[in-house]
């Protein structure tokens, strides 16, 4: 069912918040399995999650994703009471909360991309109400469609302290039902009980006819004061008038207030609706002289918009300051405000860089619950440990990455990490271990994923590439290093059949190519018995760069300072030789690196060929380093990366080590060097 279009404005935070509150409950879950056990935060934090997730897709008439979320905090509702109610069934419990955190997130998926959830959670409903009649010590449910809107039963007439209310909604308010379940919503909190007829009303649009006729009827046990519950229902939207009934005789009472004239019918829902969505973070109280934090969601393509007009600024600062124009003038007031605009925009571009910078921790609590998932389905027992998880990248980088982590993951606990038995046999602990570490390092974020398992064998390896004929030279010219890297070649796999999870090699060349397209690098390490080890190298953000500028002839390039291990002249200690095919190496420090001349490699006419005469840069990347010639270092220069037109793609310039382009203060278009692709092109 299409969504309503007056709901369309909650639809975004409705997938936030939602979204959001999905991960902490994964994190808990995970936390609390460890433990095998729930704490009472735990407990509650979960009641109230599901208890804001069934609000909020109920406003949003998302039944299935409602109902289920009902009938999850409805299990945790009777643990909340008597926690010992969860007895035995604690293994049960946690994959049945799995299986439906799994259905909401899919759910959720499915509205973000066609803005309806038709799933039906009957069969996973089911269960919890069976498991809810298990820790009650009640007798099974009949089987019956989990989300009937039947009235509940009258309350029992001696309970003490109950009160009824009956509430009236203003006449052509609409969505009676939702309305009737925002406010039990509201009132929950404030009682020890509290039942209504009809029952669920956010299950059934058909009982709106039935509120209209016969009002809402609330059937609640104040936690505190009768006068709370009564200072909530007047300060609701959209009530008309209530009565507090005693033992079956009516109490009428004032008419409760109205909504302000000049607010219309359909905006009243939108702000009732929009509190359980706002307050599902739990921002703490404002009482007791504390500072309430003001945190706004903010659109992503907002955030994207605003990092491309830095980006201009700072490219039409460059043209400002390097007008050729200006050359040979003395202009000392001049260079000083360019210094003051210089800093400005210096100032500007953090803050912009820091608002997209977010923490690894959400991709690496989403690797805890792969190790999970895949411990149970392989017989294995695994550890993940994770180390810099509040390491930040910018938000695009850390979405880029979640794949290939993913992957990797999956990889250790199928491929590299041994069945319990296999590992006592090999003197090993029987639980693996698989370390998940960030940390930032200049200007890039370092990343390892290890493992404790059996590592890769350099014989399977060197054979299995020989079989594919992808040897280049001698065998004994390889390095370990290099025949891991051999994983990474595309369709090489060392596993004999494919599996659900697949072995290394199968789409390891994927995973490297995703994150080269994010500027990042994987490099390999391993050891025979004890592990594998991977480290990838990804820079903190891909707008604005520090680049170093380099003259080829007639044209200006532009390579990322990060890639850069040093400049030199040939005659600083350094002399160039030749290897066994003629190739040009040079030679430095007693050690031999390839020789890359830009223009050779790109065609250009220049007079500077002769070594002498030109600079030499020592570039480098996980796994390689070499040399490139140019004609001079132009001058370190912060630039904006602009991407390829998209009709350059099919000339694959980024496999020729082009990465992108950038606008000069002249207002000269200079290319920007990639050194991984240029690196990997010409080994």
């Not at 370990?480 to 697949?502: A, Q």
């Amino acid at each position: 069912m299409a969504i309503d279009p007056s709901m369309e404005p909650m639809l975004e935070v409705f997938i936030y918040e939602s979204t959001s509150l999905l991960e902490q409950l994964d994190e808990i879950l995970l936390e609390s399995e460890k433990s095998k056990s729930f704490s009472e935060d735990s407990i509650n934090e979960i009641f109230r999650t599901m208890h804001t997730i069934k609000g909020s897709s109920a406003m949003m008439e998302f039944t299935g994703i409602s109902t289920l979320a009902h009938a999850v905090e409805d299990v945790f509702f009777i643990i909340r009471e008597d926690p010992a109610r969860m007895g035995n069934v604690n293994e049960t419990l946690f994959d049945l909360v799995f299986r439906a955190s799994d259905f909401l997130k899919t759910e959720i998926e499915s509205v973000q991309n066609s803005g309806e959830a038709t799933k039906d959670p009957g069969d996973m409903i089911a269960e919890l109400k069976r498991l809810a009649a298990v820790m009650k010590g009640e007798p099974p449910p009949e089987a019956a469609a989990p989300d009937q809107g039947a009235a509940a039963p009258p309350p029992p007439s001696g309970e003490a302290g109950l009160v009824r209310i009956k509430v009236f909604f203003e006449d052509g308010c609409q969505m009676e039902n939702i309305r009737a379940f925002m406010l039990i919503s509201q009132l929950k909190d404030l009682c020890d009980r509290i039942e209504s007829i009809p029952s669920h009303p956010e299950n059934d649009a058909s009982c709106c006819s039935e509120i209209i006729k016969n009002g809402l009827i609330l059937d609640l046990k104040p936690a505190d004061s009768l006068d709370d519950i009564i200072h909530a229902i007047e300060n609701a939207v959209n009530i008309k008038t209530y009565e507090v009934m005693d033992d079956g005789t009516a109490a009428p009472t004032p008419e409760a207030p109205k909504a302000p004239a000049g607010e219309s019918a359909p905006a009243a829902p939108k702000a009732a609706a929009s509190a359980p969505a706002a307050a599902a973070p739990a921002a703490p109280a404002a009482g007791g002289g504390k500072v309430k934090q003001s945190l706004v969601s903010v659109n992503q393509a907002k955030l994207d918009q605003l990092m491309d007009l830095v980006g201009e600024i700072v490219t039409s600062e460059s043209m400002v300051v390097g007008n050729p124009e200006l050359r040979g003038l003395k202009l000392d007031s001049f260079h000083k405000s360019a210094r003051e605009l210089r800093k400005l925009t210096d100032e500007l571009q953090d803050v912009v860089m820091s608002i997209r910078m977010v923490p690894l921790s959400g991709v690496f609590q989403r690797m805890n619950r792969i190790v999970r998932d895949m411990c149970k389905k392989l017989d294995k027992d695994v550890d993940l440990v994770t180390e810099g998880g509040d390491t930040e990248v910018d938000k695009t980088i850390n979405e880029a990455i979640g794949d290939p982590f993913m992957h990797m993951i999956r990889n250790s606990m199928d491929h590299g990490i041994e069945l319990p038995e296999e590992r006592v046999k090999k003197g090993k602990p029987a639980k693996g271990k698989i370390t998940l570490a960030a940390k930032n390092i200049g200007g890039e974020i370092v990343i390892t994923i290890s493992d404790d398992g059996q590592g890769l064998d350099t014989e399977t390896l060197m054979r299995k590439a020989r079989n594919n004929g992808l040897l280049t030279k001698p065998e004994s010219e390889y390095t370990d290093k290099e025949i891991f890297g051999f994983i990474m070649l595309p369709g090489f796999s060392t596993n004999k059949e494919v599996t659900e999870f697949s072995g290394r090699g199968v789409g390891m060349d994927v995973v490297r190519q995703n994150l080269e397209k994010v500027g990042g690098t994987l490099s390999i390490d391993s050891k025979w018995g004890e592990g594998t080890t991977f480290t990838i190298k990804i820079p903190l953000t891909l707008a604005i760069v520090d680049g170093m500028e380099l003259a080829v002839g007639n044209s200006v390039f532009t390579l990322p300072i990060t890639s850069i291990k040093q400049s030199f002249k040939l005659s600083e200690g350094a002399q160039l030789v030749l290897d066994t095919d003629g190739s040009e190496m040079i030679m430095l420090r007693g050690q031999c690196y390839p020789l890359i001349r830009l223009h050779q490699v790109y065609g250009i006419d220049t007079r500077v060929t002769d070594l002498s005469e030109g600079i030499i840069m020592q570039i480098e990347n996980s796994e390689k380093v070499a040399c490139i010639f140019a004609d001079e270092l132009l001058g370190e220069q912060q630039v904006v990366v602009k991407p390829f037109p998209k009709f350059l793609s099919k000339y694959e310039i980024k496999q020729m080590g082009i990465s992108g382009c950038t606008i000069l203060g002249d207002g000269s278009i200079s290319l920007i060097l990639d050194a991984n692709n240029l690196l990997n092109s010409r080994h």
